[in-house]
């Protein structure tokens, strides 16, 4: 079992920079892919990006090259640093976990951050 929650959301201005974190629980978080996604109003999940147990990771097209992925397994934890915000960068942000390194469906999910771009 693992618990996921995220902080770091907030209210900031187009080109402004936040990093997002996701704190777990459980012994095993090491063993997990783990990702980040959002959700804007009246739109549908959208995949960011994903970081496997060893560090290997993999974007999202709208975010390639804005967002970094990165993880603290000594500190079960997972961070998003975003840079360069833009107005549709805006949304709830979750992180999620899951057993299987590269597919699947995602186990386990955070409550979400909000964060809000400002033109």
């Known amino acids: 079992q693992v618990q996921l929650v995220e902080s770091g959301g907030g209210l900031v201005q187009a080109g402004d920079s936040l990093r997002l974190t996701c704190a777990a629980s459980g012994r095993t978080f090491g063993s997990y892919t783990m990702g980040w996604f959002r959700q804007a109003p009246g739109k549908e999940r959208e995949f960011l990006a994903l970081?496997?147990?060893?560090?290997?990771?993999y974007y999202g097209n709208s975010v390639k090259g804005r967002f970094t992925i990165s993880r603290d397994n000594a500190k079960n934890t997972v961070y998003l640093q975003m840079n360069d915000l833009k107005p549709e960068d805006t949304a709830v942000y979750y992180c999620?976990?899951?057993?299987?390194?590269?597919?699947?469906?995602?186990?386990?999910w955070g409550p979400g951050t909000q964060v809000t771009v400002s033109s």
């Open positions: 970081i496997t147990w060893d560090g290997e990771g």
């Open positions: 999620a976990a899951r057993s299987n390194k590269w597919s699947g469906e995602y186990d386990y």
